[in-house]
């Protein structure tokens, strides 16, 4: 099993794709008893969709299904792993695991699958109902448990095997254009190949490009921005000179000395005479629906550009609603979206189990209420503690206002006060939150790990050092729970990532009252399921 790092606000089953439905009622506890589980699966090719299935499948004659029958070639039920993170330190990204599809080829039935590569990245639909008999469940009652993608598909002499991985859009690519060199706003010769920045959210004292040495016309952003708060000379601000429409209307522009004059249409500035170095203070983009005045909204932004769709930002609802900024000159989209969740201390992102885009920040799980509560007869074996939790901290450090530039010396013009020659001196300011009563109870607490600054706001970053601190100062454990068939009217699918449980086991001093903890990571196969309960 996978164990990553834990989430936000419940999300009951909403990890897994499938609706929540809360707590089963006793006749859908006394169903859930009875009735074992059917898995189908749809594999979409250029030609047909290939249906298969673990238990078999028919249409009744009065089910209007599209896809009459399901063989049972599928050697065993999908296996399916998922984890979210709980520490800063610890990626940001939530870990889908799909494991492989087994399907059953003696005959030569599916043969269609195999072969080349055109199988690889095609959809791959999961679901599961009742497995019922004489008369088969209607294929209405199926829930979608997951939308994936082949891997590959590999045949053998009997059974056909094929890895699946997240349906969703890859972000591996670069996140970044690169200059044609070829003059004008695709930068001088020099330039050629090299990446075209871009700025997402407010960032300050960014070292722009250079793309038009000859006319002095710098760039911050592949496309429009929202605005330039200032311009520098090695800290001297500039006098802002208006705003153009387009590209060519500043290369025609007159910008006299000690001044700026920015085309936000396309993300460019001009500067009236020859720099020492220029650094500038800015909104970035406003591509898919305007400036993100918060870091979930920009988060969508950043999927948005990435994907080249439309990413709602009501998937990051469960972010802090602050204004955050960072600059990407390289690197994939995933990596700058670890970036700046890494920023928010706990919060974390990534798909469901249909590809949806997802995101949530960690809660500590005794502030959320009871949740389910799992008590013995729901387990198929005794609770399990596992390694993996950190000392508590006594203190929490986050960073706002990080400069993408350090100027310090010389760098500076004399003329710069010694307020400003510290602010430029330092990579980021820093909030803290401390308690030192956590040392002398705990005498391993550790001093936690700085949370780089993605945050403009000084408050708000006090804001999420208190937070960590409340939520890191409390010794936290781990346990794995195997639930039983079921789990006594509860299946797995009842279960959401980050969803807080009340686990009971009378054997255990920890958890003989109860204890409330939150789902951090989910392994299922079939009906049989894993989970570990953090907190």
């Not at 929202?226 to 006098?239: F, I, K, M, P, T």
């Not at 009971?504 to 951090?520: C, D, E, I, N, P």
Request: with cysteine.
């Amino acid at each position: 099993m996978m164990f990553g790092p834990v989430a936000a606000a419940p999300i009951a089953a909403f990890a897994f794709g499938i609706t929540a439905t809360g707590p089963a009622t006793s006749a859908t506890a006394e169903t859930a008893r009875t009735e074992p589980s059917v898995w189908l699966v749809e594999i979409v090719t250029d030609s047909a969709t290939v249906a298969v299935s673990d238990r078999g499948w028919l249409k009744e004659p009065s089910d209007t299904a599209p896809i009459s029958r399901y063989p049972p070639r599928l050697l065993e039920p999908p296996a399916i792993e998922l984890s979210i993170p709980v520490y800063p330190s610890q990626e940001r990204r939530t870990l889908i695991s799909a494991g492989e599809l087994r399907i059953a080829n003696g005959d030569g039935g599916v043969n269609s699958l195999t072969g080349d590569w055109t199988v690889a990245g095609r959809a791959v639909t999961i679901y599961r109902a009742p497995h019922r008999r004489p008369v088969h469940a209607p294929r209405s009652t199926f829930e979608r448990v997951a939308t994936l993608k082949t891997a590959a598909a590999f045949g053998g002499t009997s059974i056909l095997r094929m890895p699946l991985q997240s349906g969703a859009k890859n972000l591996n690519d670069s996140a970044c254009g690169t200059y044609t060199g070829a003059g004008g706003s695709n930068g001088d010769a020099a330039l050629a190949g090299a990446n075209i920045p871009r700025l997402f959210g407010l960032v300050r004292n960014i070292v722009p490009v250079q793309v038009e040495a000859g006319k002095l016309i710098y760039q911050l952003h592949d496309g429009a921005i929202s605005q330039v708060l200032v311009v520098r000379d090695a800290g001297v601000a500039l006098v802002p000179g208006g705003d153009v429409a387009s590209y060519a209307a500043l290369q025609s522009a007159t910008v006299a000395a000690g001044t700026f004059q920015t085309c936000l249409a396309t993300g460019h500035f001009r500067v009236g005479a020859v720099p020492v170095r220029l650094t500038a203070d800015a909104r970035g983009s406003t591509a898919f629906g305007g400036y993100p005045a918060t870091a979930g909204a920009l988060a969508a932004q950043i999927l948005s550009v990435s994907t080249g769709t439309t990413v709602s930002s009501t998937a990051f609802a469960a972010w802090r609603t602050a204004e955050a900024g960072i600059v990407v000159r390289g690197g994939t989209a995933a990596e700058a979206l670890d970036r700046l969740a890494a920023g928010l201390g706990t919060a974390w992102w990534g798909t469901d189990t249909n590809g949806n885009w997802i995101g949530g920040a960690v809660t500590a799980p005794e502030t959320l209420g009871t949740g389910i509560s799992i008590r013995e007869s729901m387990l198929a074996a005794a609770p399990e503690e596992v390694a993996g939790a950190l000392p508590p901290w006594w203190r929490a450090r986050v960073g706002y206002q990080r400069l993408d530039l350090v100027q310090s010396g010389a760098d500076l013009v004399t003329s710069v006060s010694a307020a400003d020659r510290d602010y430029y001196g330092r990579l980021q300011r820093t909030a803290v939150a401390s308690d030192t009563t956590v040392q002398s109870a705990y005498p391993l607490a550790v001093d936690g790990e700085e949370v780089p600054g993605v945050l403009d706001s000084a408050g708000e970053a006090a804001a999420v050092a208190a937070d960590l601190l409340s939520l890191f100062k409390v010794p936290r454990r781990s346990w794995l729970v195997r639930l039983g068939p079921n789990a006594g009217g509860l299946p797995w699918w009842q279960f959401g990532l980050g969803m807080p449980v009340r686990l009971t086991w009378k054997y255990a001093s920890a958890l003989a009252s109860g204890r409330t903890l939150l789902v951090r990571s989910i392994s299922v196969r079939g009906d049989d399921a894993e989970l570990e309960l953090w907190g």
